[in-house]
């Protein structure tokens, strides 16, 4: 999908004329058609700074790493993060990933202490047990659907480490709902339904209601058991025990709306990117025999055929490159945007409040000037002693700025453990070939991934 042109044909931080777009739509009709390639064509074409349409909206996009990291770096200064439709706030409601000033202060203290990385290493042997699980399950020589069991996996994962072990009956309505709301996030983001008014109905949004009803009611009745144990006495080591035992600087907690917004905010961080991430590596790694024989070799030379650890994780330096390349490809945040206010600039250059100005982890981690051959998956890249090193900021699959995503150690983490324990049973051969991508929530696969499971 990366263009044949040279990228960035203006000089840094220049503006150029920008794509011709239509009466009253502007660029959505290509936006629509392909937003990832719509990116790609603005930095190819028009340089590192474009000015462009979506609708009536004023946009920006910048494609320097070092202007996306000021962008990212200026939310809640002299940005403040973009509303992104009626759809997403439906799924997110007023969780940590939407709220803005002094409410998301509050809720990001509150929250992020149940992601730190010690907490992280409690949930390392959940992530274990349910990837070993998983492999005893599997058979030599049988067809597997990579992007469906990885699914599968992360979801029971998200749902244990989340809700704790007696959720466990749950994740089929959980799992049905979240299909449903990823797709007809990815419709309205897309399409004109975009910049309807909330009280207009459509048969997406119809849709939309029904998942997020299903997804209200399971949560609901799960922060019911937490409270019914908690009221008994029963500890509990679940990230939702901890989100109703935190307490602000005012000594409040969490209000039940709060609770269920930050629920569906940490169960997408902790199963959407990640079975995305994995499906995306698995294929990758097989198209990519060299790569594959050496994350056989260190997972050999290191584990010795034991199941890892969370000190594994350290060890295992190899194995966390095949992840991070895997998300400079196919990175599940694949856009980002905020909007100006009064005073924002970027690169120096003032930005008129109210444009506002997006950048695509997509289009700057396939940017030849920052990756050489950008579309081939070469964990190598990352080696300390690579000699085309990655420059700084080129790289953010989780966003950044004070706004990063707060799960991010725990999907790396969650990775690359799964990826050990998998592969040192399996190889999971798919060919060659890649799937395209549909870009939703989070980038998926187009079509069904099949791969045979093969002895490594």
């Known amino acids: 999908m990366t263009s044949t042109r040279t990228p960035g044909t203006q000089s840094p931080g220049t503006c150029g004329g920008g794509p011709r777009g239509w009466p009253l739509l502007g660029n959505l009709p290509a936006f629509a058609r392909d937003p990832l390639a719509f990116f790609e064509s603005l930095r190819d074409e028009h340089g590192d700074w474009v000015p462009w349409a979506l609708g009536p909206q004023r946009n920006v996009l910048v494609s320097r790493p070092e202007h996306a990291d000021e962008l990212l770096g200026a939310v809640e200064s002299t940005f403040e993060p973009m509303e992104l439709g009626w759809a997403f706030q439906q799924l997110l409601g007023n969780g940590v990933v939407v709220a803005r000033g002094d409410d998301w202060r509050r809720k990001r203290a509150l929250v992020q202490p149940a992601v730190r990385p010690r907490q992280v290493r409690s949930y390392a042997a959940t992530m274990v047990e349910c990837a070993d699980a998983l492999a005893t399950a599997w058979q030599e020589g049988d067809v597997v659907d990579v992007h469906r069991e990885m699914a599968g996996l992360t979801q029971r994962i998200a749902v244990r480490t989340l809700f704790g072990s007696d959720a466990a009956g749950r994740e089929a309505p959980i799992s049905a709902a979240m299909a449903t709301a990823q797709r007809e996030l990815g419709a309205e983001f897309r399409g004109v339904t975009l910049f309807l008014p909330p009280w207009v109905r459509t048969p997406g949004r119809r849709r939309m209601r029904q998942a997020v009803a299903v997804l209200d009611r399971e949560i609901e009745h799960v922060i019911r058991e937490h409270e019914a144990a908690a009221g008994e006495g029963a500890e509990r080591d679940d990230l939702l025990s901890r989100l109703l035992a ?27 990117t990640t079975s995305t991430t994995l499906t995306w590596a698995w294929q990758l790694l097989s198209g990519a025999p060299g790569a594959r024989a050496r994350l056989t070799e260190e997972l050999d030379r290191v584990l010795g055929g034991r199941l890892p650890t969370y000190e594994d994780y350290a060890r295992l330096p190899w194995t966390q490159q095949v992840v991070k390349e895997s998300l400079r490809i196919y990175p599940p945040i694949w856009l980002i945007s905020a909007v100006a206010t009064e005073g924002a600039s970027i690169g120096g250059r003032p930005v008129p409040t109210g444009t506002a100005v997006w950048t695509s982890p997509w289009s700057v981690h396939r940017d030849p000037r920052w990756f050489p051959d950008p579309e081939a998956f070469r964990p190598e890249r990352w080696d300390a002693d690579a000699p085309h090193p990655v420059p700084e900021h080129a790289w953010f699959p989780f966003g950044g700025g004070p706004r990063a995503c707060l799960g991010a150690r725990f999907a790396l983490v969650e990775a690359a453990l799964v990826l050990a324990v998998l592969a040192q049973r399996f190889h999971l051969d798919s060919g060659t070939g890649r799937a395209g991508v549909f870009p939703g929530l989070t980038l998926q696969p187009k079509t069904p991934v099949l791969a045979t499971l093969v002895a490594p």
């Open 246 to 272: 935190a307490r602000d600087e005012h000594g409040a907690p969490l209000s039940r709306k709060e609770l269920r917004d930050e629920s569906i905010t940490l169960y997408i961080g902790g199963h959407e």
